[in-house]
Every structure is written in structure tokens, then in C-alpha cells.
């Protein structure tokens, strides 16, 4: 499973590439919004030029026309750019006239299979179920990743479903048991899934046990 960053936040994108584990950068609206009033196409040809592999980023448009045409315009920004579309009924016409140009698209805000469903078969590149906002209203999110990642490898398609809104480490390592062929996660929760504390306690004490006997803290 690839790991993406949801999130536009420059300093925290060049910190996971230079981790050597993020290869994609998922965006909306809102999460670009939290790095203030910013010019959006600068931003995101920057994230784009930083990241080696697909960065989402959303168009704002309702209707399929709209969608299509701001989406035809974000495409040109850079070669490894993904329009996020909504999974709503306009969004299928949208994804269908899209993928018909060879225009990605993330199929966005997903919450059940039915939706999903339409999407891959509208040609989307990605399909997106938003995780942690099912759990917000007492569903199982991680049902719709397991249902979507078996159907399409049931049907062998080529879509990839993106495990979105995690809101924990737990919530990556059911996406990965599942079969999600990505998750995109907060940066939080990307610096939360190397910490243990086991772990920090063995560096500490191999530190002094090698103090002790050596005299100094450095291998040379």
C-alpha cells in the first residue's frame, strides 16, 4: 500500500518525500484554505514538482460542465496532476467526459460501493471513500474500503481506491489488511506511525549501554 499526504502544506510534503514513504499528495478546497490566502495554481505546481507521483487537487464547479471545464484548465498545470470530482450525479458525467480526454480523476468523497461503483465505470482513475466521516456517524468506514478494494479486484479494474479521511494509524493499518492501494493521511498521523515507545526506549538504552562501556556516544 502507498502512502499519499492530504495535505498542502509545503514544509510537511518536502518532509515526506525526503522520508523516502510519500510518493502522492491528496488536496480540497479546505485543506489548502488552511494555509491561508495563497495563489492555488502556484501552490499546486509546487507540491506537483515536489512529489514524484499524483497529486489530487479538486475543482469547485457543481455542475458537469463546470466541473469539466475547470478540470481541463487544472490538468495543464502540471504532468502529474489528478482533478478530484464529487461523487455526486453530475460528477459521473463529469468523470466520464474527462477520462474520455485521458484527463485523471479522483472520485471524491465516496461513502458507499453504489458510488464507487459508478465512478469506475465512469473511467476514474482513483476512487476516494472518506473514512473517518462514516465513523463520525456511527458507520463502519473501513467496510466500504474492504467492499470497494474487493470489487475491484474481483473484476480486476484497473481503478485504485484511496483510503481518505484517516484520522489515525489504526485506521492505515486496517486500509492495508484490506487491500486499499493507497492511504492518505494527515501528517500528524504519518509521524505517528514510526513512533513506539518500546522503540524510543531501545535507542535510548542502547545509547548508554554503549556510553558506559566506550566513554562517548559516537560509533567513531
Known sequence: MKIFLDTANIEHIRHG????????VTTNPSIVSREGKVDYRRLVQEICSIVPGPVSTE????NAQGMVAEAREIAKW???IVVKIPASLEGVEATSVLASENIKVNFTLCFTLNQALL?????????????????DIGEDG???VDDIAEYLDYYQLPTQVIAASIRHP????????V??????????????????PLTTI????????????????KLL
Open 119 to 135: 465512478g469506475t465505470a465512469a473511467g476514474a482513475t482513483f476512487v476516494s471513500p472518506f473514512v473517518g466521516r462514516l465513523d
Open 78 to 80: 502540471a504532468q502529474n
Open 59 to 62: 475543482v469547485l464547479s457543481q
Open 142 to 144: 473501513m467496510k466500504v
Open 17 to 24: 518525500v525526503r522520508l523516502g514513504v510519500v510518493t502522492g
Open 170 to 177: 489504526q485506521h492505515c493499518l486496517v486500509a492495508a489488511k
Open 202 to 217: 531501545g535507542i535510548e538504552r542502547f545509547k548508554e549501554d554503549w556510553k558506559k562501556v566506550m566513554g562517548r556516544e
Open 179 to 196: 487491500g486499499a492501494h493507497i492511504a492518505t493521511v494527515p501528517y500528524d498521523v504519518l509521524l505517528q506511525m514510526v513512533r513506539h
